[in-house]
């Protein structure tokens, strides 16, 4: 097989979501009916020699706010955060609305010095027995409070 079918055949197979189909089957065959006592929710940095899009999507414009305390968010009108909207919204769309492109992630390591990585972030739930209950791909710059509501929702839907 040349480099430019496989191409194309990777392409086709991504785009039909098969490894998902399969493995959301799977996770329903064999945990359908087990009691899950307790699921981990992380995520793990994933490095990539891939470069950076030439266009990323525009950030959203950041508001200045004057010192003080803060405004309450749930007054009508305000803006909400990306959770608040999520609550609101069907799976699908909250996926779509998550940054999937190459960036730049950081955390503290445990002796508190920052690590810088690019790529993406896997965010896994894990059941206890140490079985992937559900996975999702991001951009390294996603908080992981901002995969939260998402992983909630599929890992209830699959599981109990």
């Given amino acids: 097989m040349n480099q430019s079918t496989f191409s194309r055949e ?14 959301e089957a799977l996770i329903e065959a ?6 899950i006592g307790h699921i981990a929710r992380d995520s793990s940095a ?6 950076f899009p030439e266009n990323p999507p ?9 010192r003080g305390p803060k405004p309450k968010r749930s ?3 305000s803006p909400r955060s990306r959770i608040e909207e999520q609550r609101r919204l069907a799976v699908p769309e909250m996926l779509a609305g998550l940054p999937r492109h190459c960036s ?6 445990s002796k508190g010095h920052q690590q810088y990585w690019r790529g993406y972030k896997l965010h896994l739930d894990v059941a206890d027995g ?9 951009g390294a710059c996603v908080h992981d409070s ?10 209830s839907q699959r599981v109990t």
């Fill in 130 to 138: 140490k079985i992937p209950i559900t996975a999702l791909l991001t």
């Fill in 10 to 23: 990777f392409a086709e197979f991504a785009e039909t979501e098969l490894p998902q189909r399969l493995y």
């Fill in 46 to 51: 994933i490095e990539s020699r891939e470069r």
């Fill in 104 to 109: 730049l992630g950081v955390k503290k390591s």
């Fill in 58 to 66: 525009p950030k959203p414009a950041r508001k200045h706010y004057k």
């Fill in 75 to 77: 007054t009508p009108g």
């Fill in 30 to 35: 064999t945990q359908k009916d087990r009691l």
């Fill in 146 to 155: 901002q995969v939260a509501v998402p992983l909630i929702t599929l890992t």
